[in-house]
């Protein structure tokens, strides 16, 4: 079994690099399928895809969440170049018989996530004392409401939601999440409380 993690994943790069974030993409997952089948991929059980709900586009208006019949629609150049991605590795499948299974995650996070990352990157702020920065007009959707906002540029377009079906996956292998989101919150926030002098929680806020 192969599992393909790799890829640029950061949105807001992929609108300052656009040409290097659909090389990257598109072209490691090309050379990554070109080296499977350069080493008999017939003894390959499966290739796992690691993509992203962010090949559906915006949800904010959707009353029905997403399955994996749902068409793409991605609105950034990352989401398009893990788009095009899947739609190359569907390719060598229905050419070359290459099987596959394509997850098309959510956002995850947890203690030792990339400094990149909001929650990483808020708790590093908070601990200075800083305001968090906010794209747009703030009207995506979440849990409640923050404390402290400064205004920074947003993006050329900005999805508000993404909105995912995953009763297939808790029929199908009996899947549940193990883990309140408040439970994991705080350890992740302490994770980085705890380690804030050793991690390097740095990035740029846009662009």
Not at 161 to 184: L, V
Request: hydrophobic share 30%.
């Amino acid at each position: 079994m192969v599992i393909h993690f790799a890829a640029i994943t950061h949105v807001d790069e992929s609108y300052t690099d656009r040409v290097g974030t659909i090389q990257d993409n598109v072209i490691s997952t090309t050379t990554l399928l070109e080296s499977i089948m350069n080493r008999n991929y017939k003894g390959v059980k499966r290739l796992v895809h690691i993509s992203t709900d962010e090949v559906y586009g915006d949800s904010f208006d959707d009353s029905t969440p997403k399955t994996e019949d749902s068409l793409p629609n991605p609105t950034n150049p990352y989401a398009a170049s893990k788009a095009a991605c899947e739609m190359i590795i569907r390719s060598y499948w229905h050419s070359y018989k290459l099987p596959y299974v394509m997850v098309r995650m959510n956002n995850v996070y947890g203690p030792r996530q990339a400094g990149t990352k909001l929650i990483p990157k808020f708790t590093k702020l908070a601990l200075e004392g800083k305001p968090y920065p906010l794209m747009g007009d703030g009207l995506h959707t979440r849990e409640a409401s923050p404390p402290s906002f400064v205004p920074i540029p947003d993006r050329p377009y900005h999805d508000r939601r993404y909105y995912i079906d995953f009763s297939k996956i808790k029929k199908a292998m009996g899947w549940q999440c193990t883990t309140p989101f408040d439970e994991g919150l705080m350890k992740t926030i302490d994770y980085y409380v705890k380690n804030s002098k050793h991690e390097m929680v740095t990035s740029r806020l846009h662009g």
